[in-house]
């Protein structure tokens, strides 16, 4: 494996923690804390930084399925992060979270997780066929 899909590879991992972490807290808690915001920020920008690996590593399209399903997958996660921030910034302290951007968060992350299984199954069956 090259070196570069190597780093994306242990980065977006960082970053299913990290999104784990934040979302887990929130879906529990139904508040948005601290906590929340900094794990869900950095988990952003860990699975903006391996999805900029992975393109660059990669020798095939940046269009492919697996392409896709990231790139939708990261846009959600990149939507509720905004939508989180913003509803923390107008409402200030530990905000409870209304249903809509409650469940918008859990389909957001389930999705981002269905991304993050495809790639390690594609990198699985590619290594399984070179063997």
């Not at 923690?17 to 950095?42: G, P």
């Amino acid at each position: 494996m090259k070196p570069i899909l190597l780093t994306g590879t242990i980065i977006v991992t960082a970053a299913l923690l990290s999104y784990s972490i934040a979302i887990l807290t929130e879906q529990r808690r139904h508040h948005i804390t601290s906590r929340v915001l900094i794990f869900l920020t950095i988990g952003v920008i860990f699975d903006i930084t391996a999805t900029t690996c992975m393109i660059i590593g990669s020798e095939h399209s940046p269009f492919t399925l697996h392409g896709i399903l990231g790139y939708s997958s990261l846009t959600a996660m990149l939507i509720d992060t905004v939508a989180i921030w913003r509803f923390r910034l107008a409402r200030g302290g530990e905000a409870e979270v209304p249903r809509g951007l409650h469940l918008y968060s859990r389909i957001a992350y389930t999705w981002w997780i269905l991304a993050y299984i495809t790639g390690g199954l594609i990198v699985a069956m590619s290594r399984a066929g070179t063997s």
